[in-house]
């Protein structure tokens, strides 16, 4: 079954620490691929997305992704984080031609410690 | 330009009745995916429509239908309630293109009792 992993489920980091969190999918055909985030109170917010060309994109707030066709994987970074980074991030992906059709990970609660 | 809007954003239920979710798309956004976010089953895709059609559906019971009307909003119906349908209800909406990326409204919180 088509199915999306994040092996983080809470990250705990203090201010201006690195960040990387690993999303790794299933099946080796076309797949699209987002970060979304979920600030508390506030409604799911695509973060960045990859459709094709350059592996490594840039997306909102500082945060980058590096999409790795051989070990499945999309992971989410960003050189130095906030308090206001704190919120739940959810990788997800469509496949085929299913487009609208996303598959989330479990999600990661990031808490950053001021 | 105006975001994704859900009605209603809050409701309270009880086993057995049936329930009506409303979205309203960004405007000229032709795609309204509706998904499930449960804290036991993460977020799950429910159904997609397009043009007042069905095009995509994940894999819920009958009991969840849903239809789109021709100026895109649509609604999403729940009948004979669960307690497990407790959950937050969410509405995505994009425009049809190579790049469909799809932008998600607050959401409906619903509470079976």
């Known amino acids: 079954a088509q199915s999306v992993s994040q092996h983080n489920h809470h990250v705990i980091l203090s201010e201006a620490a690195s960040l990387e969190l690993g999303c790794n999918y299933s099946?080796?055909?076309?797949?699209?691929l987002f970060w979304y985030v979920q600030y508390p109170g506030q409604h799911l917010q695509l973060l960045l997305k990859?459709?094709?060309?350059?592996?490594l994109v840039k997306g909102i707030k500082g945060f980058e992704a590096e999409f790795i066709k051989s070990k499945f994987s999309f992971n989410l970074r960003k050189p130095s984080v906030q308090w206001s980074d704190t919120a739940e991030y959810f990788c997800?992906?469509?496949?085929?031609?299913?487009?609208?059709?996303?598959?989330f990970g479990t999600g990661t609660l990031l808490a950053v410690q001021p | 330009k105006a975001g994704v809007t859900q009605t209603p954003r809050y409701l309270i239920k009880t086993r057995g009745q049936q329930v009506t979710l409303s979205c309203s798309p960004i405007?000229?956004?032709?795609?309204v995916s509706w998904y499930q976010q449960t804290p036991g089953q993460g977020l799950q895709f429910l159904f997609e429509?397009?043009?007042?059609?069905?095009?995509n559906k994940g894999n819920f019971p009958g009991r969840f239908s849903g239809r789109q009307f021709s100026n895109s909003r649509s609604e999403m119906n729940v009948s004979t309630l669960e307690l497990g349908d407790s959950a937050l209800y969410l509405c995505?909406?994009?425009?049809?293109?190579?790049?469909?990326?799809?932008?998600f409204g607050p959401g409906t919180r619903l509470l079976v009792l």
């Open positions: 997800a992906v469509t496949y085929g031609g299913a487009t609208n059709k996303l598959i």
């Open positions: 099946y080796g055909g076309t797949v699209n």
């Open positions: 995505a909406s994009s425009f049809p293109g190579r790049m469909e990326t799809q932008y």
């Open positions: 405007s000229g956004h032709r795609s």
């Open positions: 990859y459709f094709s060309g350059d592996p």
């Open positions: 429509y397009f043009s007042e059609t069905q095009r």
